[in-house]
């Protein structure tokens, strides 16, 4: 395809969005799990479980994430705040590829610590935004995140964009809280934090579109690549520049663009 200019870009682009940005994207994604839900809690842990182990076959996210839903009694505030010491026993037998029950009894506890010390989700990313971007929020919330004990090898499962990491399940998680698409797939429950601090959730998928059409020239997948491409998608659409997540993801997945 020949590099298009800045309008036709657009266009096209918006054009995506519009045809993949509406409920029947839900069908077949993982933001379905958070959409079975209408506790604003209740929604935004399991919408963080659920984009925690969002990577691997779509298929079997969806069903490993309702397993969890399962285990949590589909009450997952509730069993974070008031489960016993019994009841994450349980658990041991959850796994996800390298997500393993230990690894998902910590979160448990680490959302419990999040919730009674640290005002809840939310509260931890909107206390650090920096800069026109979440990427540093992200990298302290980690930290606030594994303020508990936890075993080292449970720290991998979030990531760090100061680490040079794009972060794409955390992204992808941040867009479904915050932007508010009006078309009901993402959520918009987070109005402490605007759409426009946003970055794309960089994968296989959207990198590979993204470099076909010339707004990525970085190879990699990384934290510079994110930045490049947050640069290009802002001069598209600066107060809502994730809303092209559904065009370059649907163009990659549902077109083999």
């Not at 839900?37 to 298929?59: Q, Y």
């Not at 990525?216 to 997948?221: A, D, G, V």
Request: aromatic share 10%; glycine share 4%.
């Amino acid at each position: 395809m020949k590099k298009l200019n800045q309008k036709d870009l657009k266009e096209f682009l918006d054009a995506k969005v519009v045809a993949y940005n509406n409920v029947k994207f839900i069908d077949s994604d993982p933001i379905q799990i958070p959409h079975t839900f209408s506790k604003k809690e209740d929604i935004e842990i399991s919408g963080f479980l659920t984009a925690t182990i969002a990577w691997g076959n779509r298929k079997s996210i969806i069903n490993n994430a309702k397993r969890m839903m399962q285990m949590l009694d589909h009450a997952p505030y509730d069993f974070i705040l008031n489960h016993q010491e019994s009841d994450l026993e349980a658990l041991e037998t959850f796994v996800h590829r390298t997500f393993n029950g230990l690894d998902f009894i910590t979160f448990i506890k680490a959302l419990q610590h999040i919730y009674v010390e640290h005002e809840g989700l939310e509260a931890v990313f909107a206390n650090h935004v920096e800069n026109d971007s979440l990427q540093k929020a992200i990298h302290n919330f980690k930290h606030t995140f594994f303020e508990i004990e936890h075993l080292q090898r449970t720290q991998k499962h979030v990531s760090d964009p100061l680490k040079n990491s794009a972060a794409k399940r955390i992204n992808m998680y941040l867009r479904w809280m915050v932007r508010n698409d009006n078309a009901g797939v993402d959520f918009g429950i987070w109005q402490s934090l605007s759409p426009s601090l946003l970055s794309c959730p960089l994968d296989v998928h959207s990198g590979n579109v993204a470099r076909k059409l010339g707004i990525l020239t970085r190879k990699q997948n990384d934290g510079k690549a994110l930045l490049e491409l947050d640069t290009a998608l802002r001069k598209l659409d600066a107060k809502d520049p994730v809303k092209y997540d559904f065009a370059l993801f649907g163009l990659g997945v549902f077109e083999g663009f």
